[in-house]
């Protein structure tokens, strides 16, 4: 049984990149030339097809997304944690049902 693709993005502090398997999460994108790989937990590479840039918003402020590998295969859309806090020179901070995040000053 399917059940599509995950709309949402998921913080995750281990990974590498920001990544997705939708393209419209992407605002600009280029074609991904290079024959690089994103490699799953259990081993399985993903073809990367595009790289680009998007943007979360939220009332308070914008979160910038830079240098988004779109991977087709990937079934959740991923934030590399650490990426996003030196973007946007920001603080995360992690609750048990929501975060905060505040630009440095």
Request: without cysteine; proline residues 3%.
């Amino acid at each position: 049984m399917s059940y599509g693709v995950n709309r949402n993005w998921y913080m995750d502090t281990g990974a590498t990149d920001h990544i997705t398997g939708e393209l419209d999460k992407l605002s600009v994108r280029d074609k991904y030339h290079s024959g690089d790989q994103v490699h799953t937990a259990m081993g399985l590479g993903m073809k990367i097809t595009h790289i680009g840039h998007g943007t979360l918003h939220f009332p308070s402020h914008d979160i910038h997304l830079r240098n988004i590998l779109h991977v087709p295969q990937a079934s959740k859309s991923l934030l590399f944690v650490n990426k996003i806090a030196r973007d946007n020179n920001a603080y995360l901070e992690f609750h048990p049902d929501h975060f905060f995040s505040s630009n440095r000053k």
